[in-house]
């Protein structure tokens, strides 16, 4: 049997053993539908690699699960399977209490894919990296990447890319769940029920060299894939078969991968105060009530693994999950409540010192049990900033705006501290 066979069988084996694989409910495509109890890691940065060809449309990379957790496919250029038809790319959506994949499809219109920015003529709303024009299609070069292909058919929009963004600064790679809180508009509904192409036989086969990849695996290469893009199919190809016959995937890599949570649930929620603060959305009496609740269930999940040799059960899992969404919908009725702030220096400094504790424990730097006390000192400073707003009509003496700085470079030097003590934590989903 040649290697290709063996990666193709393994691929489907994978596919097979995936958790919770259901038949899907959209008419408009075959598919299989795959739920995963945590988040995907968030989408790498990369630079679209040069059209290889006219004619060929470009494809959002994406993160996949398989037998060895999740798995990064390369995004690629690659021929539609007919003329005048545009990739609606797949997407993860926290559906039931898990993330669920939505798998893409060829159709006439670009339906929804989650809000999630992927790039490049896909910035979370349609498509605007060209369009199909007589049969032939013509690519904006605003967004496109030629390089040395000479092309014809070429316009130049960049309008359509500032009004189609979703800015998604932290490149979140999921809909919901403390995710992208886009939903489909009443014309991407439409789309999706009209008639689909599935993914071209080279669009399934990527992906299967890509399951069998080892250097794609989340679980090895903690969200920075080794190939994140490619011109066609076939260049990646010969690199995952050098791979594979490098470097095979093991057992031991399996269970890694399964047991790989690569999106924490604490630094999600430290995510969104943070940006609930920048928004004005959080005051800092409302961003304390999160800290608290956050440094609660950070000091729990901390003392669950100590008593548990580094892990926890099965049950604690459900405990903190269900606290998590109980946070989670605290935190979503605090900046959705009507009490709004205008975003000033402090404020900043209070998400900035957020947003540090999210990047710690999504790097591993931190673990639960330093993000507990940063949260609980960060919650009594921001509890202080509101009181004494509130004494003082909504505003800040410059007495008090410089003992809340004072406050805040104690903080910060915690906060560094914390994260190169050398005590590391691999990223997990609690």
Not at 26 to 35: D, K, L
Not at 389 to 398: C, E, I, P, Q, Y
């Amino acid at each position: 049997m040649s290697l290709l066979s063996k990666m193709r069988g393994m691929a489907l084996a994978a596919t097979i053993a995936a958790p919770m694989l259901v038949l899907p409910v959209t008419q408009a495509h075959a598919g299989v539908f795959i739920s995963v109890g945590f988040a995907p890691p968030a989408l790498p940065v990369y630079v679209q690699p040069p059209l290889p060809a006219p004619g060929y449309l470009w494809t959002p990379g994406y993160w996949a699960y398989g037998g060895a957790g999740y798995y990064w496919v390369p995004g690629v250029w690659v021929q539609p399977p007919s003329v005048g038809v545009l990739w609606t790319p797949g997407y993860w959506g926290f559906v039931g209490g898990a993330y669920a994949w939505h798998p893409g499809y060829w159709g006439p219109h670009i339906g929804f894919y989650g809000g999630v920015n992927y790039g490049f003529g896909y910035g979370g709303v349609g498509f605007f990296g060209g369009v199909w024009r007589g049969g032939v299609f013509a690519y904006n070069s605003a967004v496109a990447n030629f390089g040395s292909v000479h092309v014809t058919n070429v316009y130049v929009d960049r309008t359509i890319v500032e009004r189609n963004t979703i800015v998604n600064e932290n490149h979140v790679s999921f809909n919901g769940g403390g995710g992208i809180a886009a939903r489909p508009s009443p014309m991407e509904m439409q789309a999706e029920h009209e008639n689909h192409f599935q993914p071209t036989a080279n669009q399934t086969q990527h992906e299967t060299f890509a399951a069998q990849d080892r250097s794609q695996l989340a679980s090895v290469n903690h969200g920075t894939p080794g190939t994140m893009a490619s011109s066609n199919v076939n260049a990646y190809h010969q690199v995952a078969l050098q791979h594979a016959q490098s470097q095979p995937i093991s057992a031991a890599d399996r269970t890694a991968g399964s047991n790989y949570n690569p999106n924490m649930r604490e630094a999600n929620q430290d995510q969104r105060v943070a940006n609930g603060l920048r928004s004005g959305q959080m005051t800092s009496g409302e961003a304390a009530r999160a800290d608290r609740t956050q440094s609660n269930i950070d000091q729990q999940v901390h003392n669950d693994r100590v008593a548990n040799g580094g892990s926890l059960t099965n049950q604690e899992r459900q405990q903190i999950n269900g606290e998590q969404n109980a946070a989670s919908r605290q935190i979503y009725d605090e900046k959705h409540n009507g009490n709004t702030v205008t975003p000033n220096e402090v404020d900043n400094r209070e998400a900035n010192q957020q947003q540090r504790t999210a990047n710690g424990l999504r790097s591993g730097q931190m673990t639960s049990g330093e993000a507990a006390r940063t949260n609980q000192n960060q919650a009594k400073l921001d509890r202080q900033v509101h009181n004494e707003r509130t004494s003082n009509g909504g505003a800040l003496t410059a007495q008090q705006k410089k003992q809340a700085n004072h406050e805040e470079n104690k903080n910060s030097r915690q906060i560094y501290n914390e994260k190169h003590n050398n005590k590391t934590a691999k990223p997990k989903e609690h």
